[in-house]
Structures are given as structure tokens and as C-alpha cells.
């Protein structure tokens, strides 16, 4: 079976410029996590999406947004970029929501000039 | 132990030597327990668990220690491999609510060949 895949691998934006970010789960994970990783903060929960519907949200700007797709498919939108969204962007898939075990992507690394 | 800053505190060990990598919690009321590898450039990956009816679990080559006195908790690799190289931190939480978790900015883990 093939991971969780995010994609793009890398990005560079500018403040204010707003971005997409897309995961794909695994296949046949139904609940998909957004998470912001950063040195000094460690991972911090964005939100989690089952059955296209947002199940749960951290406690982050209304900027911060998030979909899924029929398929599973998640994307995350980022809009008014600022410098302090640098991070690695990471998504997590598990088979059904509140599952114990969470598989994550290689994440997107952002950077905000 | 788990970081300060932005430089997250390292590990050397010799190839072949036992790590035990530390991490302290803050949530009394935490009850379920994770321990991630996350290699450069990849995400995260589920190493072992524990729930708070136990104090040891044991898995392949790794072992995790939960003092839930002292809110300590500590992994331990035998016979450390170059392999293991990269950074491990702790998540803690209530349930599998991972909107709730606090994961932990980690440690680096160095092996020497």
C-alpha cells in the first residue's frame, strides 16, 4: 500500500500571498489530520477532516483552512501568508476517525519571504 | 530531554551502546502515551506506545518507562544502529484525541559508527 503523500514537497511564497497545500491518504483511510510543525513548537494540531467534514480544530487563525474530498483527499489553504507560517506542514491519515494509530506524510516545508 | 529554543537537545551514542532518550509531561491527566521517530526530510513514525495502566511496554529493540509520579516518560533503544539516527519526541494526551495532544519538539539522536 502505498503512504500518505502530500504534495508539493517544497514551497516559497511572500507575505500576503496566500497557499494549497494537498494530501493524499492512505487508501481506504477515511480521516485525515493537518498538523503545523516548527522547532521550537513542536507539532500543533490544524484540524481533522472525516467524510468531508471538519472534526476537530486547533486552536489557529481563521487564515488556516482546510477541506476533503469524497475521495479522501484532503487540502489545506493558507491565506495572508506571514512570516511566522514558515513551517513543515504535515498530514496525518488513519482509518477511521479518532483511531489510535496516525499515519503521517513527509509533509510540505513552506518557507514566507 | 525535550527542547528549549529552537536547538533541540542531542544525543551521541556509540553504535552498539543502549540510548534512553527522556521526556517529561505536564498533563496529570494524560493517559495515553507515544513515542515518534522522525527522520530527515520524512514525517513522523509511530514507535511504541503506552496507555496509563502501565509503567513498561516493550517492543522491538524498544522499550518505554512511564513514571506517571514524577510525569516522566523515556524511550529506550538496545543496541543503538546508525539506522536510529534521527529525532524521537513524546506525545501525550487524553484518549486518542490528538486535537488535544501535546507533542513534545524532541531529541536528536546521534549514533556514532
Known amino acids: 500500500k502505498a503512504g500518505v503523500t502530500q504534495t508539493p514537497r517544497y514551497l516559497i511564497k511572500t507575505r500576503g500571498q496566500q497557499v494549497t497545500l494537498s494530501c493524499s491518504p492512505i487508501?481506504?483511510?477515511?480521516?485525515v489530520s493537518w498538523y503545523q510543525q516548527t522547532p521550537g513548537q513542536g507539532l500543533q494540531f490544524l484540524f481533522e477532516?472525516?467524510?468531508?467534514?471538519?472534526?476537530n480544530k486547533g486552536n489557529f487563525p481563521g487564515r488556516f483552512s482546510g477541506r476533503q474530498f469524497s475521495n479522501s483527499r484532503s487540502e489545506m489553504n493558507v491565506s495572508t501568508l506571514e512570516l511566522g507560517d514558515s513551517a513543515l506542514y504535515l498530514c496525518?491519515?488513519?482509518?477511521?476517525?479518532?483511531?489510535?494509530?496516525?499515519?503521517f506524510g513527509p509533509g510540505t516545508r513552506l518557507l514566507v519571504l | 530531554g525535550e527542547s528549549v529554543g529552537l536547538h533541540l537537545p542531542t544525543l551521541s551514542v556509540q553504535e552498539g551502546d543502549n540510548s534512553i532518550i527522556n521526556c517529561a509531561y505536564s498533563?496529570?491527566?494524560?493517559?495515553?502515551f507515544i513515542w515518534y521517530k522522525q527522520e530527515s526530510g520524512k514525517g513522523p513514525q509511530f514507535i511504541i506506545d503506552?496507555?496509563?495502566?502501565?509503567d513498561k511496554r516493550q517492543g522491538q529493540r524498544v522499550t518505554v518507562l512511564l513514571n506517571k509520579t514524577v510525569k516522566h516518560l523515556s524511550l529506550q533503544i538496545a543496541a543503538t544502529q546508525p539506522g536510529d539516527s534521527a529525532v524521537y519526541f513524546c506525545?501525550?494526551?487524553?484518549?486518542?484525541?490528538?486535537?488535544?495532544?501535546?507533542f513534545g519538539s524532541g531529541t536528536k539522536l546521534n549514533v556514532k559508527p
Open positions: 496525518a491519515s488513519s482509518l477511521e476517525a479518532g483511531a489510535k494509530t496516525q499515519y
Open positions: 487508501s481506504g483511510h477515511r480521516s
Open positions: 477532516y472525516f467524510s468531508e467534514t471538519q472534526r
Open positions: 498533563n496529570s491527566a494524560s493517559d495515553y
Open positions: 503506552i496507555r496509563s495502566n502501565m
Open positions: 506525545a501525550e494526551g487524553e484518549g486518542y484525541n490528538f486535537n488535544k495532544f501535546y
